[in-house]
Nanobody, 126 residues
């Protein structure tokens, strides 16, 4: 069974940090670009950050540049999103996704993916 599982979400105060992790089972993450997406209540799903298979290309949406860092460990079949200086507007359900055949920008902007995780809630209090 092919599966992506996110972890690391939670409740944090404004200015705090969280680290999200995405683990794959049933397939090899190294064969895919990986992205983090988020969806807040009443809003469309948004591509937050996407990383290419080799980590040579990375995309960040403007609102998180300088605060979030995506990384991957292909040997461990995991991808992480370090989120610093969190703001209340970062509150959302965060999903990881895997895609092949897209640039990281297209993956994030077009929200194109082959596999999606179930999501993890991130809540930032003011």
């Amino acid at each position: 069974q092919l599966e992506l599982v996110e972890s690391g979400g939670g409740l944090v105060q404004s200015g705090g940090s969280l680290r999200l992790s995405c683990a794959a089972s049933g397939f090899t993450l190294a064969n895919y670009a990986i992205g983090w997406f988020r969806q807040a209540p009443g809003k469309e799903r948004e591509g937050v950050s996407c990383i290419s298979r080799s980590a040579g290309s990375i995309y960040y949406v403007d609102s998180v540049k300088g605060r979030f860092t995506i990384s991957r460990d292909n040997a461990k079949n995991t991808v992480s999103l370090q989120m610093n200086s969190l703001k209340p507007e970062d509150t959302a359900i965060y999903y990881c996704a895997a895609a092949s055949g897209y640039t990281v920008q297209d993956m994030c902007v077009l929200r194109s993916s082959d596999y999606w995780g179930q999501g993890t809630q991130v809540t930032v209090s003011s």
